[in-house]
């Protein structure tokens, strides 16, 4: 059974009354609602970070302040950014891996709700923006153009920086605070090997939602060669 159909038998089993449906999209909305302000606060948290991080470095900022607390000296300032940086990002991906969830079962809800097509336009109108989504379905209804077959290829290579460049300043950030902190001390290796553990996990969770859509796609055309 593919995803999707998994999706449209929980909804069937679990969902059975119109009250329950419309309750289920009202606390939905809002939690996708949460998940795009927490993406946006931790979206600004990594641009920050990854900004200040060469300013302190080159010591153009002596001074960073974080709510009530002031953070002096630019040795500490480089041995934490790295571990704010790589929490972020981690806790970013997490996030974003909820919230896909959460709009594919939107989407399928409202198609079960208001019994429309699978492919309808109305449901389209109805899911939440996605950049992501408006350039799939622009280059699925408009596959035969040129234009649009040139400004698809051009993605790919956007969307593959825009998903690893971030791993890109995690490595910057580590071997900079690396060659600043020069570990001896116990301490001094725990702030190094931090953000690197939590780099691994982030890798590790990315390899998993990947090979599971993977797995899942292989599933689904499994089953339509069956049929």
């Not at 999209?25 to 990854?50: C, G, P, Y």
Request: net charge neutral; hydrophobic share 45%.
């Amino acid at each position: 059974m593919s995803k999707e159909q998994r999706i449209l038998s929980y909804i069937k089993e679990e969902l059975k009354s119109e009250n329950a449906k419309e309750k289920f999209l009202d606390i939905l909305s809002q939690r996708m609602e949460d998940n795009r302000k927490a993406l946006s606060r931790l979206f600004l948290v990594l641009l920050l970070t990854a900004i200040a991080f060469p300013l302190i470095a080159e010591t153009k900022i002596t001074e960073i302040s974080i709510g009530p607390f002031k953070i002096i000296d630019s040795n500490i300032a480089l041995a934490i950014i790295p571990s704010i940086f790589t929490y972020a990002y981690y806790k970013y991906l997490l996030i974003w891996f909820d919230f896909v969830e959460q709009k594919r079962t939107y989407r399928f809800l409202t198609l079960d709700y208001f019994k429309l097509k699978p492919n309808s336009f109305l449901n389209d109108r109805l899911n939440p923006f996605s950049i992501s989504d408006s350039i799939s379905r622009h280059h699925t209804q408009e596959r035969f153009d040129a234009i649009g077959c040139l400004s698809y290829l051009l993605w790919i290579p956007t969307a593959f920086v825009l998903i690893f460049l971030p791993f890109g300043i995690e490595f910057y950030l580590i071997k900079e605070m690396f060659e600043t902190i020069k570990p001896v001390s116990f301490i001094d290796w725990v702030i190094v090997l931090v953000p690197i553990l939590i780099a691994l996990f982030t890798i590790l969770s990315l390899i998993q939602v990947i090979k599971n859509d993977l797995k899942g796609g292989k599933n689904n055309e499994a089953e339509k060669a069956s049929t």
